[in-house]
């Protein structure tokens, strides 16, 4: 599923039009990107949590021609799928 397939899945489940549905998944999206960038944590009940996570200085290679390069710091989103999800993926619970 990508986003437009969850505006038109809005759309038609809620009655309302693709703009509407837009908007709303617009501004959900817009509100977890906000919170991520704060440092704050989004817990989803049922789905699973994203946090962000910091990742020290390393030395890494270049593929191409192998040379060894430094790679900065950096902060990235990470995604925890929550227990419920899990357990529905594996076939545990209904």
């Known amino acids: 599923m990508n986003k437009s397939d969850l ?4 759309a ?6 693709d703009a509407q549905a837009a908007r709303i998944v617009k501004s959900i999206f817009d509100g977890f990107k906000d919170a991520l960038v704060k440092g704050d944590r ?6 699973g949590s994203f946090a962000m996570r910091d990742y020290e200085t390393y030395t ?8 060894k390069l430094e790679i900065k710091p950096k902060r990235l989103p ?3 799928v929550g ?8 076939g545990l619970s209904s």
């Open 78 to 80: 990470y995604f925890k």
């Open 60 to 67: 890494g290679r270049n593929p191409k021609t192998g040379d």
């Open 7 to 10: 505006i038109s899945m809005l």
């Open 12 to 17: 038609t489940r809620e009655n309302l039009t």
């Open 42 to 47: 989004i817990e989803i009940r049922g789905l």
């Open 83 to 90: 227990k419920e999800l899990k357990g529905k993926i594996n």
